[in-house]
Structures are given as C-alpha cells and as structure tokens.
C-alpha cells in the first residue's frame, strides 16, 4: 500500500521571536515492511542551519535554527511511503510463553534490555500489575497474552481527547480510565514492563477512513501512538490498544522509543516571551 503523507505544525507567537531551535522527530522509517519513497522538510522561515543525525534507537533526527525575526514558524513534511502487510495475527501463537521472553539471557541487544526498564513517562506500578492478572493465562503465549490485554484496553478504558495531554500519568489514565492513543500505549507498556517484558513507545501515524458516501475531510487525520512488545522468537511485535487490533497496512511508522519523550515530534527553545498558539494538521491519503 502506498500513501501520501502531510504533517504540518505551526506556531504562532504573540510577540516577535528570534533565534529559534527545533529538534525535530519527523522522518519516517525504513524498515522491513515499511520503505521511505519521498521526503521533504521545509521551514517558513528559512533556518539559517540545520544539523541531521539518528539517536540511540535510529530514529532520525534533525535539528533546526532559525535566526531571523519571526512570529509563526511552520514545519511541513511531505512524505511518500510504501507499507507491506506484516501478517502478524497468525503468529501469535508461534511466539515465546511468557516465561521465555522474561529470560535476560534471551536479549543481547541493549536496547531491548533497556525497554525493561521504568522510563520518565512509565513508571512501575502494583495498578499495572494488577491489570495484567486479569488477563493473564499460563496455557497462553506471551502475545497471547498481550493480545488479551490490548483488548482489555480497549473494551475498559473511554477514548475521550478532552481527558488527557502530553505529560498526563499513567496512574491517573488507570483511575480514570480513559484517555488517548498515547496514554492507552504507555499504560500497556507499563503492565509488560511489570512483569519484566520488553516493550517499547511507537509514533506514527493511522489511515482513516470516512463513512460510505462521506467525504474525505482534509487534515482530519492525526498523529497516532501503540505499543510494540519483543519476543525473542520473533522480535518486536506491534499492537495498538486504541484500536484492538494489532499494527498492519494502514499503520504508517515514525519512530520508536521508552515512552513519548523520546519521540517528541517537534521540540525546541526560543529567545522571545509571550503566549504561543500551536496548530497541526495531518493528511494520510493511500495512493494504491
């Protein structure tokens, strides 16, 4: 499946802004089932410099400096992207049990081994145990299991935009129960760090789709967020709570991380003062 991707963010400022730096997390990855056929990034106003490289988990980075006086800066991509079905239901049951993947002489790799571990947005907590034992079954494989949890998710928990931002805690998404992409994924990463699985932050973005005989509203769309658990038999594996289902064609990838803050798609300091307004707009249209 091919798709046309737009992300655009705009800041505008109440007074005139100068010497702005961004750090942006905006470029696509090429992976297994997924290839970057296009890519742009462009700035209004012009940077007077910008700096690329890729962090600890490759993710692509770049960094922008803006010098002249400004009072909105935008930041648009255009991207092409070409996603494979990755066929992951039917493996399910070929995985790891739960007790396997546990096993730290299973990982070699550092990363994995890190994505065990508490982050800044993910702490432990007995909550987050307590709802893995609901779900829980020992006849089960690990993504078994997860698969049951991310239904969970989605049957217990109200998707409500209004509830939440950026740096709501997992405990208040738990005694609420409701939220968004971002804190469903990071409330499932919390329960499988918990009993001490490796799983890790995904940013990305979701085809939607408008009712039959709807039109197709322009940035309707939106930046989206799942979850991915590794098993050592087959890797990582990507579910997407909001949504019961897990990761597949319509799932378009961006970035990977311990949780939001590693993936923040657009970040940055400035030498002004005032109030900010943000807007961001985001079309995902399929080519195929």
Request: glycine residues 4%; negative net charge.
């Amino acid at each position: 499946m091919r798709y046309q991707l737009s992300h655009l963010t705009r800041y505008g400022y109440q007074r005139t802004i100068a010497n702005s730096y961004n750090l942006t997390c905006l470029r696509p990855l090429d992976l297994p089932w997924q290839q970057l056929l296009q890519y742009r990034l462009t700035v209004e106003p012009a940077t007077c410099a910008d700096y690329a490289h890729q962090d600890y988990f490759g993710n692509s980075r770049q960094l922008l400096h803006v010098l002249a006086p400004h009072q909105q800066l935008e930041v648009r991509v255009e991207a092409e992207l070409s996603v494979s079905p990755r066929l992951l239901a039917s493996q399910l049951a070929d995985g790891a049990s739960l007790l396997q993947a546990r096993d730290s002489r299973a990982v070699s790799d550092a990363k994995v081994a890190l994505c065990r571990q508490a982050s800044r947005n993910i702490p432990h907590l007995p909550a987050t145990t307590a709802l893995w034992q609901q779900v829980y079954r020992s006849d089960l494989t690990m993504l078994q299991n997860v698969a049951q949890l991310n239904q969970l998710i989605y049957q217990e928990f109200k998707y409500d935009p209004e509830f939440s931002t950026v740096v709501t805690p997992v405990a208040d998404v738990l005694d609420h129960q409701r939220g968004v992409c971002q804190d469903f994924a990071q409330l499932a990463i919390s329960c499988l760090r918990s009993q001490g699985l490796a799983a890790r932050y995904v940013s990305g973005y979701l085809e939607t789709r408008p009712p039959p005989g709807q039109p197709r509203l322009q940035g309707a769309d939106a930046s989206h967020a799942w979850f991915a658990v590794y098993d050592p038999v087959l890797g990582w594996v990507d579910f997407d709570p909001t949504n019961n289902v897990l990761a597949d064609v319509q799932h378009l990838t961006l970035a990977f991380g311990r949780d939001y803050a590693d993936v923040v798609p657009l970040k940055g300091v400035l030498q002004g003062s005032g109030e900010h307004l943000l807007e961001v707009a985001v079309d995902v249209v399929a080519l195929d």
